[in-house]
């Protein structure tokens, strides 16, 4: 019967190649979008993880609270808490951690021999390298000795190098202006990637008393990074800190803290939880396409239902039964759904591949959105195939065989 059965479907879609190719094509282009558009949401989700992961390994941030002023609160981090006094305590005070980097951070901008630039500059301290995993491609970072004299040198990141020096070009010995002021350049950072803010390869590294004392003009900490010695300690690390603080500054209720604590862990699960919706978004759209094929399929199934509506009469009149009229029209439809899918599936990794190399955007492809695709289509396939099918077995024989 299966034999039979799979015979007679091939036949009767083959006796209209024109019309089962472009019912054909709305599952394929249902089930490649939503292969491609779920790669590039998984594939952005992974590139941001790696980005957050590049910033440094086991990571706690500290940032100063929102300033208050006559009871209204100001934008996040623009209180000046956080003290050389609070850093030196958490140094001597707080268990479990490797290394603690201040830093001291500004924009401004940056000449050298007729270019210029804005970009962040960052005063900091030696321990920064390892808390952000900051390697080096040529010369030096900034030493203790640096701070100690106040020394006027930095290190600069390689998309800054490229803009005041030119591609390729080692600066180290040159010199840049720094807000009019004149530094030595002793370094330059490898490339790290990035964008925005968080670009670490667009950025100008400084001592940190020579930014507070010719830069910022600050007696504060722009912002502390933390490395716990392992991952699974940070959340202890992070209790300690915050006890700590909260002790020094007088705040009993945590609520009124006048700092912010984040770790790497929670910056990337709240960046997986936002890429993970916007690639539900982008696979919910898709998913109108395998939709619209989907009624396409019921669209051609009604229309066949109706050409053979004596051919039915025929087969119920010598004996075939119901349950077999109804499984024929149905494996019909299912064999445009898992035909359109196979190819589907290949039409999805090809434009992922494409999105990839043509475009700054990631892709990731997952046996688990494939098997997502498929499945849906195959359910496609089996839901809108149901009705005809079920119509088609409903006929009368002898009302179909006087179907004109």
Not at 52 to 62: A, E, F, K, P
Not at 276 to 299: F, P, R
């Amino acid at each position: 019967m299966l034999g039979d059965l799979l015979r007679e479907t091939i036949w009767s879609l083959s006796t209209n190649k024109v019309r089962s190719g472009l019912t054909v094509l709305g599952i394929i282009i249902g089930v490649g979008s939503v292969i491609a558009m779920v790669a590039i949401g998984q594939g952005s989700q992974a590139s941001i993880s790696e980005q957050i992961q590049s910033i440094g390994s086991n990571l706690i941030m500290i940032q100063p609270g929102a300033q208050r002023s006559g009871g209204v609160r100001s934008v996040a981090g623009s209180a000046k808490t956080i003290t050389w006094e609070d850093v030196e305590a958490i140094k001597s005070e707080v268990q479990n951690i490797e290394a603690v980097a201040p830093s001291d951070n500004g924009q401004y901008q940056i000449t050298a021999k007729g270019t210029n630039t804005r970009t962040q500059t960052i005063g900091t301290v030696p321990e920064y390298v390892s808390v952000r995993n900051i390697e080096i491609d040529s010369g030096n970072f900034i030493t203790e000795y640096h701070s100690k004299v106040l020394a006027k040198v930095a290190v600069l990141g390689p998309d800054t190098r490229d803009d005041l020096f030119g591609e390729g070009v080692d600066p180290v010995g040159q010199s840049i202006k720094i807000n009019g002021i004149n530094f030595e350049v002793i370094g330059v950072t490898e490339a790290k990637g990035g964008s925005g803010f968080n670009n670490f390869d667009d950025t100008v590294y400084i001592p940190i008393m020579t930014s507070q004392r010719y830069l910022t003009g600050n007696d504060h900490i722009s912002s502390v990074s933390i490395t716990a010695s392992d991952q699974s300690l940070m959340e202890s690390v992070q209790e300690q800190i915050t006890s700590l603080l909260l002790e020094r500054h007088g705040i009993k209720n945590e609520d009124e803290a006048d700092f912010r604590l984040m770790n790497q862990a929670d910056i990337i699960e709240t960046a997986s939880n936002i890429t993970g919706t916007l690639t539900l978004l982008l696979a919910s759209i898709a998913g109108i396409s395998l939709l619209v094929g989907g009624i396409g399929i019921m669209n051609m199934m009604l229309t066949t239902v109706t050409e053979r509506t004596r051919e039915i009469g025929l087969r119920k009149a010598v004996g075939i039964k119901k349950i077999y009229i109804n499984l024929q029209f149905l494996a019909e439809s299912v064999v445009l759904t898992f035909f359109g899918g196979l190819i589907g599936v290949g039409f999805g990794w090809v434009a992922s591949f494409f999105v990839s190399h043509f475009s700054t955007l990631e892709t990731k492809i997952s046996i688990s959105s494939i098997l997502l695709a498929f499945g849906i289509s195959a359910a496609v396939g089996i839901i809108f195939g149901f009705y005809p099918a079920r119509k088609a077995a409903a006929m009368s024989p002898i009302d179909a065989l006087k179907y004109e």
